[in-house]
Protein backbone atom coordinates (compact mmCIF):
# COMPACT_ATOMS: atom_id res chain seq x y z
CA UNK A 1 0.00 0.00 0.00
CA UNK A 2 1.76 3.34 -1.41
CA UNK A 3 0.65 6.39 1.01
CA UNK A 4 1.07 9.75 0.67
CA UNK A 5 -0.53 12.99 2.62
CA UNK A 6 -1.32 16.38 2.40
CA UNK A 7 -1.27 18.97 5.70
CA UNK A 8 -3.49 21.15 4.21
CA UNK A 9 -2.99 24.66 5.54
CA UNK A 10 0.97 24.53 5.43
CA UNK A 11 0.62 22.70 1.90
CA UNK A 12 3.77 20.26 3.27
CA UNK A 13 4.56 16.63 3.14
CA UNK A 14 6.17 14.29 5.65
CA UNK A 15 4.19 10.94 5.65
CA UNK A 16 6.93 8.02 5.82
CA UNK A 17 6.97 8.19 9.64
CA UNK A 18 2.89 8.99 9.99
CA UNK A 19 0.74 6.78 11.87
CA UNK A 20 -2.68 7.01 10.70
CA UNK A 21 -5.55 6.77 13.64
CA UNK A 22 -8.27 5.92 11.17
CA UNK A 23 -9.52 5.25 7.20
CA UNK A 24 -12.12 7.27 5.50
CA UNK A 25 -13.61 5.27 2.22
CA UNK A 26 -15.20 6.61 -0.30
CA UNK A 27 -16.88 4.15 -2.82
CA UNK A 28 -19.69 3.41 -4.78
CA UNK A 29 -19.25 -0.56 -3.59
CA UNK A 30 -17.78 -2.63 -0.53
CA UNK A 31 -17.94 -5.17 -2.86
CA UNK A 32 -16.21 -3.96 -5.91
CA UNK A 33 -12.98 -2.70 -3.76
CA UNK A 34 -9.47 -3.71 -5.45
CA UNK A 35 -7.39 -6.75 -4.23
CA UNK A 36 -5.01 -5.16 -2.12
CA UNK A 37 -7.94 -3.10 -0.12
CA UNK A 38 -9.80 -6.62 0.34
CA UNK A 39 -8.75 -6.06 3.98
CA UNK A 40 -11.58 -3.27 4.30
CA UNK A 41 -14.11 -5.08 2.89
CA UNK A 42 -14.86 -7.90 6.19
CA UNK A 43 -15.37 -5.12 8.58
CA UNK A 44 -17.78 -3.01 5.79
CA UNK A 45 -19.71 -6.64 5.36
CA UNK A 46 -20.13 -7.31 8.92
CA UNK A 47 -21.48 -3.87 8.97
CA UNK A 48 -23.83 -4.04 6.48
CA UNK A 49 -25.54 -7.43 7.67
CA UNK A 50 -26.67 -5.56 10.33
CA UNK A 51 -27.39 -1.96 8.78
CA UNK A 52 -28.71 -1.64 5.42
CA UNK A 53 -28.57 2.38 5.45
CA UNK A 54 -24.78 1.64 4.79
CA UNK A 55 -25.30 2.63 1.18
CA UNK A 56 -27.19 5.77 2.36
CA UNK A 57 -25.68 7.19 5.54
CA UNK A 58 -22.11 7.91 6.57
CA UNK A 59 -21.24 5.04 8.79
CA UNK A 60 -18.40 4.77 11.55
CA UNK A 61 -16.96 1.03 12.91
CA UNK A 62 -14.93 -0.87 14.02
CA UNK A 63 -12.03 -2.41 11.90
CA UNK A 64 -9.55 -4.41 14.00
CA UNK A 65 -6.11 -4.75 12.10
CA UNK A 66 -6.69 -1.36 10.53
CA UNK A 67 -4.89 1.97 11.51
CA UNK A 68 -6.47 3.37 13.93
CA UNK A 69 -8.58 0.20 14.44
CA UNK A 70 -11.98 2.04 13.22
CA UNK A 71 -13.69 3.23 10.07
CA UNK A 72 -15.25 5.73 7.88
CA UNK A 73 -17.06 4.64 5.13
CA UNK A 74 -19.33 6.80 2.56
CA UNK A 75 -20.92 6.01 -0.44
CA UNK A 76 -20.84 7.89 -3.49
CA UNK A 77 -24.04 6.08 -4.30
CA UNK A 78 -24.44 4.34 -8.19
CA UNK A 79 -22.55 5.92 -10.47
CA UNK A 80 -23.62 4.33 -13.61
CA UNK A 81 -26.77 6.66 -14.15
CA UNK A 82 -27.23 9.29 -16.85
CA UNK A 83 -27.08 12.20 -14.66
CA UNK A 84 -23.89 10.78 -12.37
CA UNK A 85 -21.17 12.86 -12.35
CA UNK A 86 -17.43 13.31 -10.48
CA UNK A 87 -18.71 15.60 -7.99
CA UNK A 88 -20.30 12.41 -6.04
CA UNK A 89 -16.33 11.52 -4.87
CA UNK A 90 -16.07 15.51 -3.48
CA UNK A 91 -19.33 15.13 -1.87
CA UNK A 92 -18.93 11.60 -0.04
CA UNK A 93 -15.14 13.16 0.68
CA UNK A 94 -16.55 16.17 2.38
CA UNK A 95 -19.27 14.46 4.90
CA UNK A 96 -16.91 11.62 5.65
CA UNK A 97 -13.96 13.94 6.55
CA UNK A 98 -16.38 15.44 8.71
CA UNK A 99 -17.00 12.61 10.50
CA UNK A 100 -13.79 11.43 11.01
CA UNK A 101 -13.13 14.94 12.84
CA UNK A 102 -16.20 14.51 14.97
CA UNK A 103 -14.68 10.93 15.98
CA UNK A 104 -11.49 12.44 17.09
CA UNK A 105 -9.28 11.36 14.23
CA UNK A 106 -6.29 13.96 13.53
CA UNK A 107 -4.36 11.55 11.02
CA UNK A 108 -7.30 10.05 8.66
CA UNK A 109 -6.52 7.88 5.49
CA UNK A 110 -8.43 8.35 2.97
CA UNK A 111 -8.70 5.55 0.80
CA UNK A 112 -10.67 6.14 -2.48
CA UNK A 113 -10.21 3.11 -5.45
CA UNK A 114 -9.78 4.63 -8.63
CA UNK A 115 -13.09 4.43 -11.02
CA UNK A 116 -12.74 3.59 -14.50
CA UNK A 117 -15.61 5.81 -15.40
CA UNK A 118 -13.88 9.19 -14.01
CA UNK A 119 -9.89 9.17 -14.82
CA UNK A 120 -9.97 12.02 -11.78
CA UNK A 121 -11.74 10.80 -8.83
CA UNK A 122 -9.07 10.44 -6.10
CA UNK A 123 -7.90 13.63 -6.75
CA UNK A 124 -11.62 14.79 -6.77
CA UNK A 125 -11.92 13.17 -3.41
CA UNK A 126 -9.10 14.78 -1.60
CA UNK A 127 -9.71 17.82 -3.02
CA UNK A 128 -13.68 17.34 -1.29
CA UNK A 129 -12.02 16.46 1.78
CA UNK A 130 -9.71 19.67 2.06
CA UNK A 131 -12.52 22.17 1.36
CA UNK A 132 -14.22 20.84 4.35
CA UNK A 133 -10.80 20.76 6.40
CA UNK A 134 -10.60 24.44 5.86
CA UNK A 135 -10.31 27.11 8.73
CA UNK A 136 -11.19 30.61 7.99
CA UNK A 137 -8.50 33.07 8.17
CA UNK A 138 -10.15 34.99 11.09
CA UNK A 139 -10.42 31.91 13.23
CA UNK A 140 -6.44 30.89 12.27
CA UNK A 141 -5.64 34.29 13.22
CA UNK A 142 -7.20 34.86 16.21
CA UNK A 143 -6.96 31.25 17.57
CA UNK A 144 -3.42 29.89 16.25
CA UNK A 145 -4.23 26.46 17.55
CA UNK A 146 -6.93 25.52 15.78
CA UNK A 147 -6.00 26.30 12.63
CA UNK A 148 -6.27 22.69 11.70
CA UNK A 149 -8.84 20.19 12.14
CA UNK A 150 -6.41 17.48 11.38
CA UNK A 151 -3.04 17.03 11.51
CA UNK A 152 -2.32 15.33 8.23
CA UNK A 153 -4.65 14.37 5.72
CA UNK A 154 -3.17 10.78 4.16
CA UNK A 155 -4.52 9.24 1.07
CA UNK A 156 -4.19 5.64 -0.10
CA UNK A 157 -2.72 5.43 -4.11
CA UNK A 158 -1.99 1.47 -5.95
CA UNK A 159 1.69 3.75 -7.28
CA UNK A 160 4.31 6.11 -6.06
CA UNK A 161 4.29 7.87 -9.55
CA UNK A 162 0.62 8.00 -9.64
CA UNK A 163 0.45 9.28 -5.62
CA UNK A 164 3.21 12.16 -6.42
CA UNK A 165 1.17 13.28 -9.02
CA UNK A 166 -2.00 13.43 -7.38
CA UNK A 167 -0.46 14.73 -4.20
CA UNK A 168 1.29 17.69 -6.36
CA UNK A 169 -2.15 18.78 -8.16
CA UNK A 170 -3.55 18.20 -4.99
CA UNK A 171 -1.15 20.77 -3.41
CA UNK A 172 -1.31 23.52 -5.08
CA UNK A 173 -4.79 23.72 -6.09
CA UNK A 174 -5.57 23.58 -2.59
CA UNK A 175 -3.16 26.28 -2.12
CA UNK A 176 -5.44 28.55 -4.47
CA UNK A 177 -8.85 27.63 -2.92
CA UNK A 178 -7.11 28.51 0.42
CA UNK A 179 -6.28 31.87 -0.73
CA UNK A 180 -9.86 32.42 -3.26
CA UNK A 181 -11.40 31.29 0.45
CA UNK A 182 -9.71 34.00 2.69
CA UNK A 183 -9.93 36.73 0.13
CA UNK A 184 -13.49 35.58 -1.09
CA UNK A 185 -14.76 34.32 2.53
CA UNK A 186 -13.09 36.63 4.85
CA UNK A 187 -15.23 39.61 6.15
CA UNK A 188 -15.76 43.29 4.75
CA UNK A 189 -13.01 44.90 6.95
CA UNK A 190 -10.64 41.59 7.29
CA UNK A 191 -10.34 42.06 3.38
CA UNK A 192 -11.42 45.92 3.03
CA UNK A 193 -9.45 46.66 -0.48
CA UNK A 194 -5.79 47.79 1.55
CA UNK A 195 -6.09 44.93 3.38
CA UNK A 196 -6.80 42.79 0.08
CA UNK A 197 -3.39 44.30 -0.89
CA UNK A 198 -1.48 43.37 1.73
CA UNK A 199 -2.18 39.80 1.47
CA UNK A 200 -1.47 39.57 -1.74
CA UNK A 201 1.66 41.18 -1.72
CA UNK A 202 2.64 38.63 1.39
CA UNK A 203 1.04 35.74 -0.48
CA UNK A 204 3.42 36.42 -3.83
CA UNK A 205 6.74 37.37 -2.31
CA UNK A 206 9.74 35.19 -3.78
CA UNK A 207 7.57 33.52 -6.16
CA UNK A 208 7.19 33.54 -9.67
CA UNK A 209 4.29 35.85 -9.62
CA UNK A 210 4.70 39.96 -9.91
CA UNK A 211 2.38 41.92 -7.76
CA UNK A 212 1.75 46.14 -8.21
CA UNK A 213 -0.68 48.02 -6.96
CA UNK A 214 -2.59 50.99 -8.35
CA UNK A 215 -4.21 52.99 -4.94
CA UNK A 216 -3.52 56.76 -5.65
CA UNK A 217 -6.77 58.22 -6.42
CA UNK A 218 -5.85 60.78 -9.33
CA UNK A 219 -4.24 57.62 -10.83
CA UNK A 220 -7.78 55.46 -10.70
CA UNK A 221 -9.83 58.63 -11.53
CA UNK A 222 -7.70 58.88 -15.08
CA UNK A 223 -7.11 55.44 -15.74
CA UNK A 224 -10.57 53.83 -14.62
CA UNK A 225 -13.10 56.56 -14.63
CA UNK A 226 -15.85 53.39 -14.40
CA UNK A 227 -14.11 52.27 -11.22
CA UNK A 228 -13.46 55.27 -9.77
CA UNK A 229 -17.20 56.42 -9.80
CA UNK A 230 -18.18 53.45 -7.47
CA UNK A 231 -15.24 54.37 -5.12
CA UNK A 232 -16.08 57.70 -4.75
CA UNK A 233 -18.01 57.39 -1.90
CA UNK A 234 -15.98 54.77 -0.37
CA UNK A 235 -12.72 57.22 -0.83
CA UNK A 236 -13.83 59.04 2.06
CA UNK A 237 -13.04 56.11 4.22
CA UNK A 238 -9.22 56.00 4.21
CA UNK A 239 -9.68 51.74 4.92
CA UNK A 240 -12.08 51.48 2.28
CA UNK A 241 -10.50 53.01 -0.29
CA UNK A 242 -9.94 51.33 -3.33
CA UNK A 243 -7.14 49.40 -4.80
CA UNK A 244 -6.05 48.03 -7.85
CA UNK A 245 -4.16 45.10 -8.15
CA UNK A 246 -1.73 43.64 -11.04
CA UNK A 247 -0.78 40.18 -10.83
CA UNK A 248 1.42 38.50 -13.89
CA UNK A 249 3.27 35.37 -14.32
CA UNK A 250 5.14 34.36 -17.11
CA UNK A 251 6.57 30.84 -18.11
CA UNK A 252 9.84 29.22 -18.65
CA UNK A 253 10.44 29.44 -22.42
CA UNK A 254 8.99 30.82 -25.54
CA UNK A 255 5.01 31.70 -24.92
CA UNK A 256 2.33 30.31 -26.70
CA UNK A 257 -0.59 30.99 -24.86
CA UNK A 258 -1.85 34.75 -22.80
CA UNK A 259 -4.81 34.28 -20.42
CA UNK A 260 -5.53 38.21 -19.70
CA UNK A 261 -8.22 37.80 -16.73
CA UNK A 262 -10.74 40.63 -14.81
CA UNK A 263 -11.75 39.60 -11.58
CA UNK A 264 -14.63 41.87 -9.52
CA UNK A 265 -13.83 42.74 -6.18
CA UNK A 266 -16.27 44.10 -4.27
CA UNK A 267 -15.92 44.52 -0.84
CA UNK A 268 -18.69 44.88 0.22
CA UNK A 269 -21.58 45.78 -1.80
CA UNK A 270 -24.84 47.93 0.02
CA UNK A 271 -25.94 48.73 -3.29
CA UNK A 272 -25.21 51.97 -3.26
CA UNK A 273 -27.77 55.17 -3.86
CA UNK A 274 -30.14 52.29 -4.56
CA UNK A 275 -29.48 50.16 -1.60
CA UNK A 276 -30.19 46.75 -0.79
CA UNK A 277 -33.36 46.88 0.87
CA UNK A 278 -35.59 44.35 2.37
CA UNK A 279 -32.93 42.15 4.82
CA UNK A 280 -31.29 40.95 1.16
CA UNK A 281 -27.76 42.50 1.64
CA UNK A 282 -26.68 40.10 4.16
CA UNK A 283 -23.59 37.96 2.42
CA UNK A 284 -22.74 40.85 0.06
CA UNK A 285 -19.18 40.59 1.13
CA UNK A 286 -18.78 37.43 -1.05
CA UNK A 287 -19.70 39.54 -4.06
CA UNK A 288 -15.01 40.02 -4.07
CA UNK A 289 -15.18 35.88 -5.48
CA UNK A 290 -14.11 37.21 -8.75
CA UNK A 291 -11.01 38.64 -7.91
CA UNK A 292 -10.15 35.95 -5.20
CA UNK A 293 -10.33 33.16 -7.99
CA UNK A 294 -7.89 35.22 -9.97
CA UNK A 295 -6.01 35.39 -7.03
CA UNK A 296 -6.54 31.63 -6.41
CA UNK A 297 -5.12 30.73 -9.85
CA UNK A 298 -2.18 33.03 -10.00
CA UNK A 299 -1.18 30.95 -6.37
CA UNK A 300 -1.64 27.56 -8.60
CA UNK A 301 1.11 29.38 -11.03
CA UNK A 302 3.01 30.18 -8.54
CA UNK A 303 2.82 26.37 -7.70
CA UNK A 304 3.16 24.49 -10.47
CA UNK A 305 5.00 26.64 -12.57
CA UNK A 306 3.58 25.84 -16.22
CA UNK A 307 6.08 26.65 -18.98
CA UNK A 308 5.36 28.68 -22.16
CA UNK A 309 1.93 30.32 -20.79
CA UNK A 310 2.01 34.08 -20.06
CA UNK A 311 -1.33 35.38 -17.48
CA UNK A 312 -1.96 38.63 -16.61
CA UNK A 313 -4.48 39.69 -13.81
CA UNK A 314 -6.46 42.07 -12.21
CA UNK A 315 -8.31 42.21 -9.30
CA UNK A 316 -10.91 45.21 -9.05
CA UNK A 317 -10.76 45.59 -4.90
CA UNK A 318 -13.72 47.98 -4.55
CA UNK A 319 -16.51 48.90 -1.85
CA UNK A 320 -19.86 49.83 -3.44
CA UNK A 321 -20.67 52.18 -0.12
CA UNK A 322 -23.53 54.62 -0.10
CA UNK A 323 -23.71 58.19 1.23
CA UNK A 324 -23.40 61.64 0.90
CA UNK A 325 -20.58 61.28 -2.42
CA UNK A 326 -21.87 58.03 -3.76
CA UNK A 327 -22.67 57.80 -7.38
CA UNK A 328 -25.98 57.73 -8.53
CA UNK A 329 -28.56 56.58 -11.36
CA UNK A 330 -28.49 59.59 -14.37
CA UNK A 331 -24.78 60.13 -14.23
CA UNK A 332 -23.18 60.25 -17.50
CA UNK A 333 -19.26 58.88 -17.32
CA UNK A 334 -16.81 58.59 -19.90
CA UNK A 335 -15.13 54.65 -19.99
CA UNK A 336 -11.35 54.63 -20.75
CA UNK A 337 -12.64 53.37 -24.49
CA UNK A 338 -14.77 56.80 -24.36
CA UNK A 339 -17.99 55.34 -24.10
CA UNK A 340 -20.47 57.43 -23.02
CA UNK A 341 -21.86 55.58 -20.21
CA UNK A 342 -25.65 56.49 -18.16
CA UNK A 343 -25.39 54.65 -15.18
CA UNK A 344 -29.51 53.01 -14.60
CA UNK A 345 -29.19 51.21 -10.99
CA UNK A 346 -26.14 52.07 -8.77
CA UNK A 347 -26.52 47.90 -7.56
CA UNK A 348 -24.88 47.48 -11.31
CA UNK A 349 -21.22 48.20 -10.36
CA UNK A 350 -19.67 44.80 -10.88
CA UNK A 351 -19.78 46.05 -14.38
CA UNK A 352 -18.68 49.32 -14.04
CA UNK A 353 -15.61 48.23 -11.91
CA UNK A 354 -14.40 45.74 -14.55
CA UNK A 355 -15.26 47.80 -17.71
CA UNK A 356 -12.15 50.01 -17.56
CA UNK A 357 -9.54 46.87 -16.58
CA UNK A 358 -10.82 44.86 -18.94
CA UNK A 359 -10.56 47.80 -22.16
CA UNK A 360 -6.67 47.96 -20.36
CA UNK A 361 -6.45 43.80 -21.18
CA UNK A 362 -7.53 44.57 -24.62
CA UNK A 363 -5.03 46.95 -25.07
CA UNK A 364 -2.12 45.03 -23.58
CA UNK A 365 -3.71 41.62 -25.70
CA UNK A 366 -3.44 42.91 -29.16
CA UNK A 367 0.74 42.96 -28.49
CA UNK A 368 0.59 39.74 -26.63
CA UNK A 369 0.75 36.02 -28.39
CA UNK A 370 -2.89 34.08 -28.63
CA UNK A 371 -4.30 36.01 -25.94
CA UNK A 372 -7.29 35.41 -24.57
CA UNK A 373 -9.94 37.32 -22.41
CA UNK A 374 -12.09 36.83 -19.45
CA UNK A 375 -13.61 38.53 -16.79
CA UNK A 376 -15.17 36.64 -13.80
CA UNK A 377 -17.37 38.13 -11.39
CA UNK A 378 -20.50 36.88 -8.88
CA UNK A 379 -22.39 39.38 -11.29
CA UNK A 380 -25.94 38.44 -10.92
CA UNK A 381 -28.54 36.97 -8.72
CA UNK A 382 -30.17 35.52 -12.75
CA UNK A 383 -27.07 33.45 -13.08
CA UNK A 384 -28.04 31.37 -10.33
CA UNK A 385 -32.23 31.60 -11.17
CA UNK A 386 -30.93 30.74 -14.53
CA UNK A 387 -29.17 27.56 -13.35
CA UNK A 388 -29.21 27.24 -10.00
CA UNK A 389 -26.68 27.31 -7.85
CA UNK A 390 -23.33 24.80 -8.20
CA UNK A 391 -23.23 26.40 -11.50
CA UNK A 392 -20.66 28.89 -13.23
CA UNK A 393 -21.79 30.28 -16.45
CA UNK A 394 -19.71 31.43 -19.53
CA UNK A 395 -20.47 33.10 -22.37
CA UNK A 396 -18.21 33.54 -25.75
CA UNK A 397 -18.15 36.53 -28.13
CA UNK A 398 -17.50 35.47 -31.59
CA UNK A 399 -14.30 34.91 -31.71
CA UNK A 400 -14.07 32.75 -28.79
CA UNK A 401 -17.43 31.00 -29.79
CA UNK A 402 -15.11 29.83 -33.35
CA UNK A 403 -12.77 28.13 -31.26
CA UNK A 404 -15.92 27.07 -29.00
CA UNK A 405 -14.09 27.79 -25.95
CA UNK A 406 -16.77 27.56 -23.52
CA UNK A 407 -17.60 23.54 -24.75
CA UNK A 408 -13.89 23.24 -23.60
CA UNK A 409 -14.29 24.96 -20.04
CA UNK A 410 -17.57 22.66 -19.50
CA UNK A 411 -15.61 20.01 -20.44
CA UNK A 412 -12.57 20.09 -18.14
CA UNK A 413 -14.99 21.98 -15.59
CA UNK A 414 -16.60 18.20 -15.56
CA UNK A 415 -13.78 16.13 -15.00
CA UNK A 416 -13.03 18.13 -12.17
CA UNK A 417 -16.25 18.80 -10.76
CA UNK A 418 -16.35 22.33 -11.11
CA UNK A 419 -19.11 21.94 -13.63
CA UNK A 420 -20.37 24.96 -16.32
CA UNK A 421 -23.33 25.94 -17.93
CA UNK A 422 -23.02 27.76 -21.39
CA UNK A 423 -25.10 30.71 -22.16
CA UNK A 424 -25.00 33.25 -25.55
CA UNK A 425 -24.89 36.79 -25.83
CA UNK A 426 -27.30 37.60 -28.69
CA UNK A 427 -28.09 40.69 -30.12
CA UNK A 428 -30.97 41.70 -27.73
CA UNK A 429 -28.25 42.07 -25.17
CA UNK A 430 -26.67 44.67 -27.09
CA UNK A 431 -29.86 46.39 -27.74
CA UNK A 432 -30.48 46.13 -24.44
CA UNK A 433 -27.40 48.46 -23.07
CA UNK A 434 -28.01 50.61 -26.07
CA UNK A 435 -28.52 54.28 -25.52
CA UNK A 436 -31.66 55.81 -24.97
CA UNK A 437 -31.28 59.34 -26.10
CA UNK A 438 -28.54 61.55 -27.57
CA UNK A 439 -27.12 62.39 -24.00
CA UNK A 440 -25.20 58.47 -23.64
CA UNK A 441 -23.85 55.73 -25.62
CA UNK A 442 -24.38 53.20 -23.21
CA UNK A 443 -27.08 52.31 -20.58
CA UNK A 444 -24.99 50.60 -18.13
CA UNK A 445 -28.28 49.22 -16.68
CA UNK A 446 -31.82 48.95 -16.41
CA UNK A 447 -33.58 50.01 -12.68
CA UNK A 448 -34.74 46.42 -12.33
CA UNK A 449 -32.41 43.69 -10.22
CA UNK A 450 -31.36 41.24 -13.21
CA UNK A 451 -32.92 38.42 -11.26
CA UNK A 452 -36.33 40.32 -12.44
CA UNK A 453 -35.16 41.46 -16.06
CA UNK A 454 -35.20 39.25 -19.05
CA UNK A 455 -31.95 37.60 -19.95
CA UNK A 456 -30.45 39.23 -16.86
CA UNK A 457 -27.22 37.13 -16.53
CA UNK A 458 -26.45 37.40 -20.23
CA UNK A 459 -26.90 41.23 -20.90
CA UNK A 460 -23.84 42.63 -18.80
CA UNK A 461 -21.61 40.68 -21.12
CA UNK A 462 -22.45 42.73 -23.65
CA UNK A 463 -22.54 45.79 -21.48
CA UNK A 464 -19.08 45.14 -21.04
CA UNK A 465 -17.93 44.32 -24.29
CA UNK A 466 -19.43 47.92 -25.34
CA UNK A 467 -18.27 49.64 -22.34
CA UNK A 468 -14.73 48.38 -23.03
CA UNK A 469 -14.47 49.01 -26.83
CA UNK A 470 -14.01 44.90 -27.59
CA UNK A 471 -17.05 45.32 -29.87
CA UNK A 472 -14.34 46.52 -32.33
CA UNK A 473 -12.54 43.20 -31.68
CA UNK A 474 -15.35 41.11 -33.06
CA UNK A 475 -15.12 37.57 -35.67
CA UNK A 476 -15.42 41.11 -38.12
CA UNK A 477 -12.59 42.76 -37.00
CA UNK A 478 -9.15 43.12 -38.59
CA UNK A 479 -7.72 42.19 -34.81
CA UNK A 480 -10.45 40.08 -33.66
CA UNK A 481 -9.93 39.27 -29.54
CA UNK A 482 -11.54 36.44 -27.90
CA UNK A 483 -13.44 37.09 -24.58
CA UNK A 484 -15.29 35.14 -22.26
CA UNK A 485 -17.55 36.22 -19.29
CA UNK A 486 -17.92 33.78 -16.48
CA UNK A 487 -20.81 34.62 -14.23
CA UNK A 488 -19.76 32.51 -10.72
CA UNK A 489 -22.83 34.07 -8.64
CA UNK A 490 -23.90 30.38 -8.28
CA UNK A 491 -20.62 28.30 -8.25
CA UNK A 492 -18.90 30.36 -5.77
CA UNK A 493 -20.97 28.57 -2.54
CA UNK A 494 -23.36 29.36 -0.01
CA UNK A 495 -23.88 31.68 2.04
CA UNK A 496 -23.62 31.14 5.52
CA UNK A 497 -20.74 28.56 4.34
CA UNK A 498 -17.05 28.09 2.86
CA UNK A 499 -16.39 29.91 -0.44
CA UNK A 500 -16.05 26.88 -3.00
CA UNK A 501 -13.09 28.30 -5.15
CA UNK A 502 -15.02 28.11 -8.34
CA UNK A 503 -13.69 28.22 -10.98
CA UNK A 504 -9.90 27.63 -10.38
CA UNK A 505 -9.61 23.98 -11.01
CA UNK A 506 -11.19 24.55 -14.17
CA UNK A 507 -8.85 27.47 -15.11
CA UNK A 508 -6.08 25.30 -14.37
CA UNK A 509 -7.61 22.16 -16.12
CA UNK A 510 -8.21 24.40 -19.31
CA UNK A 511 -4.50 26.55 -19.10
CA UNK A 512 -1.95 24.34 -16.98
CA UNK A 513 -2.44 20.86 -16.37
CA UNK A 514 -1.40 19.60 -20.11
CA UNK A 515 1.30 21.55 -19.72
CA UNK A 516 3.11 19.94 -16.70
Known amino acids: ?62 APGLPGGRMVFSSTGPLNRDYDDVRQFSDAAGVAINRAVKMGMKCPLLVCPQHKSFKHNILVAVLGALHNLYVPLELREAFPEKSH ?242 YSIIMDNGPARKSRNAQQWQEVGDALGDPFEISTIRREDFDFHKGKSEYEDILQCNNLPSSATPRGHQTPAAFLIMASGLDENGINSDKPLPYSHVDIAGSSGPFPGIPTGAPVLSMTAKFVLHRL
Open 1 to 62: MGVLSVQPMEYTTNCSDEKFDGVVLISDCIKKLPAELKSLQVPLTEYGNVDAGIYSEVVALK
Open 149 to 390: KVKVLGFWVPSDAEGKRIQQLALALESGRVAYRDIGGSDPERMAAPKVAEYIQELFKNTPVKVSIVSELKDLEKEYPCLAAVNRCANTVPRHRARVIKLEYTGEGPIDKTVLLVGKGITYDTGGADIKAGGIMAGMHRDKCGAAAVAGFFQVLAELKPKKLRVLGAMTMVRNSVGADCYVSDELIISRAQKRIRVGNTDAEGRMVMADLLCEMKEKALTEVAPELYTIATLTGHAIRAMGPH
